[in-house]
């Protein structure tokens, strides 16, 4: 039933359309002015007052289906303005276990109530490329984003989800952490995920800017060590989009928004059990259940048939050598880490314009610990700081008496694994070069980063030549880099058609960026 501040407001709107239509405003100018929408405009526009009063009349002694839950979704636009007619609609399934309308009819009746009460909600102007759809079993997306959300103490705190999509299908499986990602994090919830699809595709699509690559080599990825070896025994093939092509993973880009507008928003946070036991309810009752706009079918209808096409994933994978607390973050110009809300020194010099300035951190209940490869010496070793925002620095990361030598030092050993040929060479470099040995060292340095395969037995030819200088060590791994290729190719040469089963063989200090803690979306 209409109340009577709700027919002073209708009336109110149907005056001010007749004022503003008489100043020459169009239709669309004045539902933009008055937060309507544009039928209602042209409905008011050809009434009559009388009409109009017949209208009301006529509203008052009209009920709808969901009156009885008025109240309730004026709360909700109220507290919520953003909410869309979907999360109305879903949350009267799940709050209130009514689903006796379509969400047609909940949209329009949460409009009527906008309108009424001038409640306007913005837009997202985001579009999508349409995309070919994929055969079944042939590919999954995953994604990553993050969301700030209102805790049930009042607080606000941050939460990281990883989102797999069956690129056929539209199945979808999601899961949550409350604090940023680390490797095993991501190998856990692929084989999460896996069990929850019951198989896996043959491949499997990220965003190259995220968090397995480094860099592309003509197609040839780069990837952490423990998630390569992952992949390796899984034996999934892994496709990597530009940042400058998401229309190849815009299945999972829409997910990520869709979890994030219409299961996250304006949900408080208790603890994460119960957040993930909603979220994989909201999944059953909505995110797969309702029907796909583009594909006009349910995912959990059209994931029965593509369940059978997927492969089979076989015993449980075994975490072998990684450390459950070693995750990456960068050293930034100011020679600082961010972790948990907080900064941490590093030595002065640390940051380097021609390096990928990636930090290993390991904590216990007390201390963290800063290195610069994942097993190498510790750099800087800081007591965990309580509450966010505050600044922890050791003093003497900010000396500079011989820090640079020092640390340049310090890099080439943990960047070589041979140690030995490492201390022979920043030996012989110090006493023949006394005054220039920054300069030279940086020359090594450049080397080991351009030919990490070939520089210690670049160093062994030193030895054996009996030079001592940082040029004639780039020179030398410039000279066998065109040897080898030249054996590539006369390799080739001889047999052309093995020439794809041949793959190169990187170190483990070539992976320069690992995961940094789930980008914003």
């Not at 491949?203 to 390569?228: C, K, W």
């Not at 059209?302 to 995750?327: N, P, R, W």
């Not at 800081?382 to 640390?407: M, W």
């Given at each position: 039933?209409?109340?009577?501040?709700?027919?002073?407001?209708?009336?109110?709107?149907?005056?001010?359309v007749?004022r503003?239509?008489?100043?020459?405003?169009?239709?669309?100018?004045?539902?933009?002015?008055?937060?309507?929408?544009?039928?209602?405009?042209?409905?008011?526009?050809?009434?009559?007052?009388?009409?109009?009063?017949?209208?009301v009349?006529?509203?008052?002694?009209?009920?709808?289906?969901?009156?009885?839950?008025?109240?309730?979704?004026?709360?909700?636009?109220?507290?919520?303005?953003?909410?869309?007619?979907?999360?109305v609609?879903?949350?009267?399934?799940?709050?209130?276990?009514?689903?006796s309308?379509?969400?047609?009819?909940?949209?329009n009746?949460?409009?009527?109530l906008?309108?009424?009460?001038?409640?306007?909600?913005?837009?997202?102007?985001?579009?999508?490329?349409?995309?070919?759809?994929?055969?079944?079993?042939?590919?999954?997306?995953?994604?990553?984003?993050?969301?700030?959300?209102?805790?049930?103490?009042?607080?606000?705190?941050?939460?990281?989800?990883?989102g797999?999509?069956?690129a056929?299908?539209?199945?979808?499986?999601?899961?949550?952490?409350?604090?940023?990602?680390?490797?095993?994090?991501?190998?856990?919830?692929?084989?999460?995920?896996?069990?929850?699809?019951?198989?896996?595709?043959?491949?499997?699509?990220?965003?190259?800017?995220?968090?397995?690559?480094?860099?592309?080599?003509?197609?040839?990825?780069?990837?952490?060590?423990?998630?390569?070896?992952?992949?390796?025994?899984?034996?999934?093939?892994?496709?990597?989009?530009?940042?400058?092509?998401?229309?190849?993973?815009?299945?999972?880009?829409?997910?990520?928004?869709?979890?994030?507008?219409?299961?996250?928003?304006?949900?408080?946070?208790?603890?994460?059990?119960?957040?993930?036991?909603?979220?994989?309810?909201?999944?059953?009752?909505?995110?797969?259940?309702?029907?796909?706009h583009?594909?006009?079918?349910?995912?959990?209808?059209?994931?029965?048939?593509?369940?059978?096409?997927?492969?089979?994933?076989?015993?449980?994978?075994?975490?072998?050598?990684?450390s459950?607390s070693?995750?990456?973050?960068?050293?930034?110009?100011?020679?600082?880490?961010?972790?948990?809300?907080?900064?941490?020194?590093?030595?002065?010099?640390?940051?380097?314009?021609?390096?990928?300035?990636?930090?290993?951190?390991?904590?216990?209940?007390?201390?963290?610990?800063?290195?610069?490869?994942?097993?190498?010496?510790?750099?800087?070793?800081?007591?965990?700081?309580?509450?966010?925002?505050?600044?922890?620095?050791?003093?003497?990361?900010?000396?500079?008496?011989?820090?640079?030598?020092?640390?340049?030092?310090?890099?080439?050993?943990?960047?070589?694994?041979?140690?030995?040929a490492?201390?022979?060479?920043?030996?012989?470099?110090?006493?023949?070069?006394?005054?220039?040995?920054?300069?030279?060292?940086?020359?090594?340095?450049?080397?080991?980063?351009?030919?990490?395969?070939?520089?210690?037995?670049?160093?062994?030819?030193?030895?054996?030549?009996?030079?001592?200088?940082?040029?004639?060590?780039?020179?030398?791994a410039?000279?066998?880099?065109?040897?080898?290729?030249?054996?590539?190719?006369?390799?080739?040469?001889?047999?052309?058609?093995?020439?794809?089963?041949?793959?190169?063989?990187?170190?483990?200090?070539?992976?320069?960026?690992?995961?940094?803690?789930?980008?914003?979306k």
């Amino acid at each position: 039933m209409e109340s009577e501040d709700e027919d002073v407001e209708r009336l109110k709107i149907y005056n001010e359309v007749h004022r503003l239509r008489s100043e020459g405003f169009s239709n669309s100018a004045i539902a933009r002015k008055l937060d309507i929408s544009r039928n209602t405009v042209i409905d008011y526009v050809s009434m009559t007052p009388d009409e109009f009063y017949l209208f009301v009349i006529s509203l008052q002694s009209r009920s709808k289906i969901l009156d009885p839950f008025r109240e309730k979704i004026l709360g909700w636009i109220k507290e919520h303005p953003d909410i869309s007619g979907a999360q109305v609609f879903d949350w009267l399934e799940e709050k209130e276990n009514f689903n006796s309308v379509s969400e047609g009819t909940v949209r329009n009746y949460v409009n009527e109530l906008r309108e009424i009460y001038h409640i306007p909600k913005v837009l997202s102007s985001r579009q999508y490329s349409t995309v070919p759809e994929l055969p079944m079993g042939q590919q999954i997306q995953v994604d990553f984003g993050q969301t700030r959300v209102l805790t049930t103490s009042g607080e606000y705190k941050r939460l990281y989800l990883i989102g797999f999509v069956l690129a056929h299908s539209r199945y979808k499986y999601i899961e949550w952490l409350d604090r940023p990602f680390r490797t095993t994090d991501l190998i856990r919830m692929h084989e999460n995920a896996f069990r929850f699809y019951g198989g896996m595709t043959t491949e499997i699509v990220y965003d190259q800017d995220r968090l397995l690559a480094v860099s592309e080599n003509a197609g040839d990825l780069i990837m952490t060590t423990e998630f390569t070896k992952y992949q390796q025994a899984r034996k999934f093939k892994v496709y990597l989009c530009r940042s400058s092509d998401p229309e190849s993973k815009g299945k999972i880009e829409q997910v990520i928004k869709y979890v994030k507008n219409n299961f996250a928003k304006n949900r408080r946070f208790d603890n994460l059990i119960d957040w993930q036991d909603s979220c994989m309810r909201w999944l059953k009752r909505t995110g797969n259940y309702k029907k796909h706009h583009n594909t006009k079918k349910r995912p959990v209808e059209v994931y029965a048939l593509e369940k059978q096409h997927l492969q089979k994933v076989s015993g449980t994978y075994i975490f072998e050598d990684i450390s459950l607390s070693s995750i990456t973050r960068k050293i930034h110009k100011d020679n600082v880490i961010r972790f948990e809300g907080n900064r941490y020194s590093v030595p002065l010099g640390t940051y380097r314009n021609d390096t990928s300035n990636i930090a290993y951190v390991d904590t216990d209940d007390e201390y963290l610990y800063i290195r610069l490869q994942q097993s190498g010496k510790i750099l800087a070793k800081h007591k965990k700081a309580e509450g966010n925002g505050k600044v922890i620095s050791d003093p003497s990361h900010r000396k500079r008496s011989q820090t640079k030598r020092d640390l340049l030092i310090q890099q080439i050993e943990e960047m070589l694994e041979d140690k030995q040929a490492a201390n022979w060479l920043v030996g012989v470099l110090a006493e023949e070069y006394p005054r220039h040995l920054i300069d030279q060292l940086k020359v090594v340095q450049s080397v080991i980063l351009k030919y990490p395969i070939l520089v210690e037995k670049a160093i062994d030819e030193m030895k054996r030549l009996r030079l001592k200088s940082a040029n004639d060590l780039r020179d030398i791994a410039l000279s066998l880099e065109i040897q080898s290729k030249k054996q590539e190719s006369d390799t080739v040469t001889v047999n052309e058609k093995y020439k794809d089963l041949v793959a190169p063989e990187r170190k483990e200090d070539i992976y320069l960026r690992v995961l940094q803690g789930g980008a914003n979306k």
